[in-house]
C-alpha cells in the first residue's frame, strides 16, 4: 500500500482524511466522554442524514447538508435541553428519528434512480473527494482553534460545571459551543465511518486515553494518537482486503478499547493483591 499511496490521489486523500479525522476525534471525543454526551452525538450525526438526502435533492453537496441539518440539531437539542420540561433523552431520540425520516423521503422525492448513500450510512474513506478534504481541513482547523483559545475554560467546565459558573464563567455559551464542535466532528467523520458508526470512533480513541491518563491535554494527544492508528489501519486493511473502511475502522477501535479494559481491570486486580498482601505481612 505504501508504494500506492504515493501513486494514487484517492488513497492520498484517505490518508489525509484519516489524519484529519484523528485529530477532530481525539480532541473532541474526549470532551464527549468526560460530559457523558455519546447519545447526543449519536442524535446529532443520525439527524445529518436529513441533510445528506437534502443535498442529493437539491443538487448541492451532500456533506454540506450533513453540516447544516448538524448544526441546526446541535443547537435544537442544547436549547430543549436547557429550557427543560423535556427529557434530554427523549429529545435526541426525536431529532435521531427525524432526520434519519426526512433523508429517506427527500431521496425517495429524487426522479430516476436513487443514489448509492452507503458511504454516508457506512463510511468509505477511499471515496473521499478533493470538496470533503477542503470542508474537513476547515472544520478541523475551527475546532482546533476553539479547543486551545479556551483551554482552561474548558477546564473548569470538565471539572465542574456549576464552579465554573459561580467563578463567571458563560457555561451556557460553553455548552452551545460544545454542541457545535460535535456536530463539525460528525461532519468530519461522516466520510470516515459512515453516520451509522461515527459513534465508535468518537468515543473509543477517547475512552481508551482516559484509561492512560487522566490531564486533559494528555488524554487529547493519546486519543488524537489512537485514532491515527485505528484509522490508518484500517484503511490498510480495507485497501488489501476489499472490504468496507468504515467497518474496519470501527471494528480495530471497538476491540482494542476491549482489549485495553481487559488489561487495566487485570493490572488493578494485582495491584489490589498486592496492597492486601503488604498489610497482611504488616500484620
Known amino acids: 500500500m505504501i508504494n500506492a499511496l504515493f501513486e494514487y490521489q484517492f488513497l492520498q486523500n484517505a490518508f489525509l482524511a484519516s489524519v484529519l479525522a484523528s485529530i477532530v476525534c481525539g480532541i473532541v471525543g474526549v470532551i464527549v466522554v468526560e460530559k457523558k454526551l455519546v447519545m447526543m452525538s449519536g442524535g446529532i450525526a443520525h439527524t445529518a442524514y436529513g441533510g445528506v438526502g437534502l443535498g442529493y435533492l437539491l443538487g448541492f453537496e ?36 427525524l432526520g434519519m425520516a426526512l433523508g429517506i423521503v427527500f431521496i425517495s422525492l429524487m426522479p430516476g ?16 473527494t478533493k470538496m470533503d478534504l477542503y470542508l474537513m481541513i476547515g472544520l478541523t482547523f475551527l475546532v482546533v482553534l476553539v479547543i486551545v483559545a479556551l483551554f482552561n475554560n474548558w477546564k473548569a467546565y470538565l471539572f465542574d460545571d456549576e464552579f465554573a459558573s459561580i467563578i463567571g464563567m458563560n457555561t451556557a455559551f460553553l455548552e452551545y459551543l460544545l454542541l457545535i464542535l460535535v456536530a463539525m466532528t460528525v461532519v468530519v467523520l461522516i466520510r470516515v465511518a459512515g453516520i451509522i458508526m461515527v459513534l465508535a470512533l468518537l468515543t473509543a480513541p477517547a475512552a481508551v486515553a482516559g484509561m492512560l491518563s487522566s490531564k486533559l491535554k494528555n488524554r487529547m494527544i493519546y486519543a488524537i494518537a489512537l485514532g491515527a492508528l485505528f484509522c490508518i489501519a484500517g484503511l490498510w486493511i480495507s485497501y488489501e482486503m476489499n472490504i468496507s473502511s468504515g467497518a474496519c475502522i470501527v471494528i480495530l477501535s471497538v476491540i482494542f478499547y476491549f482489549f485495553t479494559y481487559a488489561v487495566n481491570v487485570i493490572r488493578v486486580k494485582i495491584n489490589r493483591n498486592i496492597i492486601a498482601a503488604k498489610q497482611k505481612t504488616e500484620k
Do not use: H, T
Not at 448509492?116 to 468509505?124: A, E, P
Open 62 to 97: 451532500p456533506i454540506i447538508g450533513a453540516f447544516m441539518f448538524s448544526i441546526a440539531a446541535a443547537m435544537g437539542i442544547g436549547y430543549i435541553k436547557r429550557k427543560g420540561g423535556v427529557q434530554s433523552d427523549i429529545v435526541i431520540g426525536l431529532f435521531w428519528s
Open 113 to 128: 434512480y436513487p443514489p448509492d448513500l452507503n458511504s454516508y450510512l457506512f463510511g468509505n474513506i477511499l471515496s473521499v
